[in-house]
């Protein structure tokens, strides 16, 4: 495309071009891996020179040995060799997709690595779910699907692993400084730190999802962000102890006007700022009761901790959702806030039928982008992708989270 031509379109054929080249390059990948297998086939010593395959695609394609390696690796499971000692091909439909430019390469190894563990008799079958699901699925959701189909085959999982517990000896201090930036120092035994690497590992995944570009924090700002969304589940917790008689909060005092408009500051506790639009999230579900203000400043709505979401209906939300209801993200029910579908601000209702489980994450995103949310027909939440990933707008849901067994 012209750089003129660029700078003229709009975001609907920016996406359109990406998606045509995006084909033309996975066809060539896949014709790429054909030719290779073919070439190992009739001998690479005898028509190149080389001793393998992978180390003559280095050279052709200039990329790393591991990067030729795993090319190569993807080829011969694509495609049938023609020498007795060649490795096993395992996904042939694939291939067919493959050429066509219709999946990735992340998808292809997905696909894959889920029917090298499958008996050959039941490889048919299962490659042909697994493709279907592609088409409308990411990767993760596809891999989980594998997974499934493993799992029904052989139950059988691995052993938990248990580790000693040490002494305890621990230290922790946390100052704000006055630029409204809050300070963490401390000093954890091996215990508690183990406990603690794994739990923010597990927070700090790179985001990946239609949503995701590719997740682009550093490693710091990933554990940062990790570490908030370990506050919100102790906060969420049941078991926390009370303060002055009430649970741990903290207060937003926030305008009726700026609220409905998400544009304009709220006050954070005693001292700190956060914008109306933040406001606006946390008045959804969330430890943070937002006390919005009239006119003159008046309370006209305080306490909504209480009245937001009860304790039944967020047991109905877990049982209904099963965690994060946004397509391909894999975050538990513990994880997540209740969204209101419309917001209790316009006059929404606070009932299953307007409210959807997700994670800090996804809610943020899905108060800021081109995605909706409703429910289905069937009662169930489905998301509505902007035009600029899918022109059709076509209803995906998340189909990560085991259903309950009397719903399958």
């Not at 048919?124 to 997974?147: I, M, P, R, S």
């Not at 009932?351 to 899905?366: F, G, P, Q």
């Not at 108060?367 to 899918?390: C, K, M, N, Q, Y």
Request: aromatic residues 4%; glycine residues 8%.
């Amino acid at each position: 495309m012209a750089t003129e031509a660029v700078w003229k379109a709009d975001a609907m054929a920016l996406a359109d071009r990406i998606s045509t080249l995006l084909t033309v390059v996975r066809s060539a990948e896949a014709e790429i891996g054909a030719l290779l297998v073919e070439i190992e086939s009739r001998g690479v010593m005898e028509l190149f020179g080389y001793r393998s395959v992978s180390r003559l695609f280095e050279h052709l394609a200039d990329v790393p040995k591991s990067a030729a390696e795993t090319v190569v690796k993807r080829a011969r499971s694509l495609h049938p060799g023609h020498h007795l000692d060649s490795a096993p091909t395992v996904a042939l439909a694939t291939a067919a997709a493959a050429a066509e430019g219709r999946l990735s390469n992340p998808m292809i190894d997905t696909i894959v690595g889920a029917l090298t563990q499958i008996p050959p008799e039941h490889r048919g079958d299962a490659e042909q779910h697994l493709l279907t699901f592609a088409e409308d699925a990411g990767h993760k959701q596809v891999a989980a699907l594998g997974a499934r189909i493993v799992a029904h085959l052989d139950p059988d999982g691995p052993e938990p692993d248990t580790t000693e517990p040490a002494i305890p000896s621990r230290e922790l201090s946390l100052r704000r400084k006055r630029t409204g930036v809050w300070e963490l120092h401390g000093r954890l035994d091996d215990e508690t730190g183990s406990r603690t690497s794994a739990l923010l590992d597990a927070l700090a995944e790179r985001r990946t999802g239609p949503d995701e570009a590719g997740d682009h924090r550093s490693p710091q700002e990933r554990y940062g962000d990790a570490f908030s969304d370990a506050i919100d589940l102790a906060l969420n917790s049941p078991t926390l102890p009370m303060q002055a008689g009430e649970r741990a909060h903290v207060m937003v005092a926030v305008s009726l006007k700026d609220l409905k408009s998400a544009v304009g500051q709220a006050t954070l506790g005693d001292t700190g700022t956060i914008t109306a639009a933040e406001a606006r999230i946390h008045a959804c579900d969330s430890m943070i009761i937002p006390a919005v203000l009239g006119e003159k400043s008046e309370p006209l709505n305080l306490g909504r901790l209480r009245r937001l979401i009860s304790a039944g209906l967020r047991r109905a939300l877990y049982l209904r959702d099963r965690g994060c209801a946004f397509p391909g993200c894999h975050r538990p029910p513990r994880h997540c806030q209740g969204h209101h579908i419309r917001h209790w601000a316009e006059g929404g209702p606070t009932n299953l039928d307007n409210l959807v489980l997700m994670c800090a994450h996804h809610h943020r995103l899905l108060h800021r982008s081109g995605w909706e949310v409703r429910i289905a027909t069937d009662g169930l939440p489905e998301f509505l992708p902007p035009a600029f990933l899918d022109k059709r707008r076509k209803p995906r849901r998340n189909n990560l989270h085991q259903p309950l067994p009397f719903a399958a």
